[in-house]
């Protein structure tokens, strides 16, 4: 879940990295009473945000997989050597299941 600070902070990263050169940007946002408030003024300014933020979501999203993936993988360990299978075996047999050799 994004919060408003998670937001705050991820405008002031943007608007620092774009306020230096080559871009050396000067950021001016639409008022809370205007027909699009909180945007930028300058078309590209919002298009460029909007990158951001879009980026920064993906950045979230392959963390939290690579989370899962982790520790689908501890519990394929797990199962692994409560069968009896020491780490070296273990690792071959995830390289053939990644390979897709094995399920």
């Known amino acids: 879940?994004?919060?408003?600070?998670?937001?705050t902070q991820?405008?002031?990263?943007f608007e620092v990295a774009f306020s230096r050169p080559?871009?050396?940007w000067?950021?001016?946002?639409?008022g809370e009473d205007s027909a699009w408030p909180g945007?930028?003024?300058?078309?590209?300014?919002?298009?460029?945000?909007?990158g951001w933020q879009a980026r920064s979501a993906l950045q979230s999203q392959d963390q939290e997989e690579?989370?899962?993936a982790m520790a689908a993988e501890?519990?394929?360990w797990i199962d692994a050597y409560h069968q009896g299978m020491d780490y070296e075996d273990f690792l071959k047999k995830e390289a053939r299941r990644i390979e897709g050799e094995e399920e």
Request: glycine share 2%; proline share 3%; hydrophobic share 20%.
């Open 74 to 76: 501890y519990q394929r």
């Open 26 to 30: 000067e950021f001016h946002r639409y």
């Open 1 to 7: 879940m994004t919060t408003k600070t998670d937001i």
């Open 39 to 50: 945007n930028y003024q300058q078309y590209e300014h919002q298009c460029a945000w909007e």
């Open 10 to 13: 991820e405008r002031a990263a």
């Open 66 to 68: 690579g989370y899962r």
């Open 22 to 24: 080559p871009f050396e």
